[in-house]
C-alpha cells in the first residue's frame, strides 16, 4: 500500500496540479515540489553533459574552449537565477497571501526587466569574445579556431535568462512540473541537434564547435517557446496577459532589490569559479580538460540537489506570505535531511563508479586522470553542499537574498579562492590542491548558513 501510495504521489507530481503548500503534510509537499525541480535541474545539468560528451571527440583545444566560455558565462547564469529568486520570492509570497493577480504582474515584471538586460548582455559578449577568451588564458591558436563558439553563446544569452527566470515564477506558484517539462523539451532538441550540427549528417554540413553553440541555443529556445506557451495560452493557477509587461515602478525597483542582491549572490560564488579555472589553465591542457569534464559531472549531480532544494524556497515564501513562520522552518529541515541522504549517495557513487564514467566522457588517458582525481575530492564534501544549499535557498525563498550573499562572500573569497592559490602555487602545486579548497570552503559555507538559519531573522523579511 505505501509503494502504491509513493507512485500515486509521483505520477501527482509529473503531472503537476494546483496545490495549497501552506497546509497538510509537510513531506507530501516537499516530494510534489521536490519530484519535478529534481527532474528540472536534471535536465538543466544534461545540457553541460551532452555538450562535452560530442565536444570531446573534437580534442582538447575544443573542451578547454567551451570550459573557458562556460566559466564567463556563468556571470549570465547568475543574473538568471538573481532574477529568478526575484520572481520566485515576489510570485511565492503573492500566492501564499492569495492574491493572485498581483502574483502575475510580479512574474510579467521580471520578463520585461530580463529582456532588456539580455540585449545588454548580447551585444557586449559578442564585441567582447576574443577579449574575454584572451583573459581567461585561451592561446591565440583557440581563439582563432573557436571564437565563433563563444559569441553564439553569448549572443543567445536571453533563452537562458528566460528560461531560468520563467521556471522561477512558475516554482513560486508552486507548479514544478511546468519547468520540468521546458527542460525535457529544451533537452530532447539538443541531444538531436547536437550530433547533427557538430559532426553533420547527409546534406547538413558539420560545423564542429560552432554546431554545439547553436545546437544548444536553439534546445533551450525551444523550452522557452513551451513556457510562453503555458504563461499566455494554456493558463493554469496564474494568468498572465501582454498588457501586465507595462513597466512598473514600484514592481521593478522590488524585483531590482532582490534580484540584484541575488545576482551578486551567484557572482560571487560564479567569480571564484572563473578564478579556480584560471588557475587550472595555468599548469595543462589535459589538467584543464579533466577539471572541465569533472565538472560537469559534478554538476549533473548537483543541479538534482539544487532542485531539491528549491522545494525550500517555494515552501518557506508561501508559508511566510500565508503568516507560517513555524511551518516554513519545519519545512526547511525536512528538505535538508532529505538532500544529505541524496548527497552521501552521490558521494559513494563517485568513488565506485567514477572511472568507467569519465572514460565513457573522454577518450585521453591524461585527462581522465585528472577528472578522475576532482571527481573523488570534491564529491567527498558532497554532503555540505548539501546542507548549504538548502538554507541558503531558503533565505532566498523569504526574499532575504543578502544573507547568501554575505556568506558566499565568506566561504569562497575569505576561503576557498586564498586557499586554492597558496596550496596550487606553494604547497601541493597541483591541480588536486585546487580541488581540496573547493572541499573546505564547502564545510565553511554550511557551517555559517546553519548559524545564520538557526538565528530565524529571515522570518521577519517583508517583500
Known sequence: MKLKGFFSLFRQAVAGSEQDYTVGSIRKAVFLLAIPMIMEMMMESVFAVVDIFFVGKLGNEAVATVGLTESVLSLVYSIAIGLSMAATALVARRVGEKNFSEAAHAGMQTILFSLVLS??????????????????????????????????????????????????????????????????????????????????????????????????????????????????????????????????????????????????????????????????????????????????LLIFFLLPAWGLSNAAATLTGQNLGAGKPD??????????????????SVSGFFFLFGEPVV??????????????????????????????????????????????????????WLFQIPLAWVLSKYYIKEPKAIFIAIVISQFVTALLSLYLFKKGRWKTVKV
Request: glycine share 10%.
Open 359 to 412: 572514460n565513457f566522457m573522454n577518450s585521453d588517458v591524461h585527462a581522465r586522470a585528472y577528472a578522475l582525481q576532482a571527481l573523488r575530492i570534491i564529491s567527498a564534501g558532497y554532503v555540505f553542499f548539501g546542507v548549504g544549499m538548502v538554507m541558503l535557498n531558503a533565505f532566498n525563498g523569504a526574499g532575504d537574498t543578502r544573507t547568501p550573499t554575505i556568506v558566499n562572500l565568506v566561504g569562497f
Open 327 to 344: 511551518r516554513a522552518e519545519k519545512s526547511v529541515w525536512t528538505t535538508t535531511l532529505y538532500n544529505v541522504i541524496f548527497m552521501l
Open 119 to 296: 540585449v545588454v548582455i548580447a551585444v557586449a559578449g559578442i564585441t567582447s569574445a576574443s577579449l574575454v577568451l584572451h583573459l581567461m588564458g585561451a592561446s591565440d591558436k583557440m581563439i582563432a579556431d573557436n571564437i565563433n563558439y563563444t559569441r553564439i553563446m553569448f549572443g543567445g544569452n536571453v533563452v537562458i535568462m528566460l528560461l531560468f527566470l520563467i521556471n522561477g515564477i512558475f516554482r513560486g506558484a508552486g507548479d514544478a512540473s511546468i519547468a520540468m517539462r521546458s527542460l525535457w523539451i529544451g533537452n530532447i532538441a539538443n541531444i538531436i541537434l547536437c550530433p547533427l550540427l557538430i559532426y553533420g549528417y547527409g546534406p547538413i554540413p558539420g560545423l564542429g564547435l560552432k554546431g554545439a553553440a547553436i545546437a544548444t541555443t536553439l534546445g533551450r529556445g525551444m523550452g522557452v517557446l513551451y513556457q510562453l506557451y503555458r504563461l499566455f495560452i494554456r493558463k493554469g493557477l496564474l494568468s498572465f496577459y501582454l498588457h501586465q509587461l507595462k513597466p512598473q515602478k514600484e514592481l521593478l525597483t522590488q524585483i531590482v532589490k532582490i534580484g540584484s542582491t541575488g545576482t551578486i549572490q551567484f557572482l560571487v560564488s560564479s567569480a571564484s569559479w572563473i578564478f579556480l579555472a584560471r588557475l587550472m589553465a595555468g599548469f595543462h591542457e589535459a589538467a584543464m580538460a579533466g577539471y572541465q569534464i569533472a565538472i560537469r
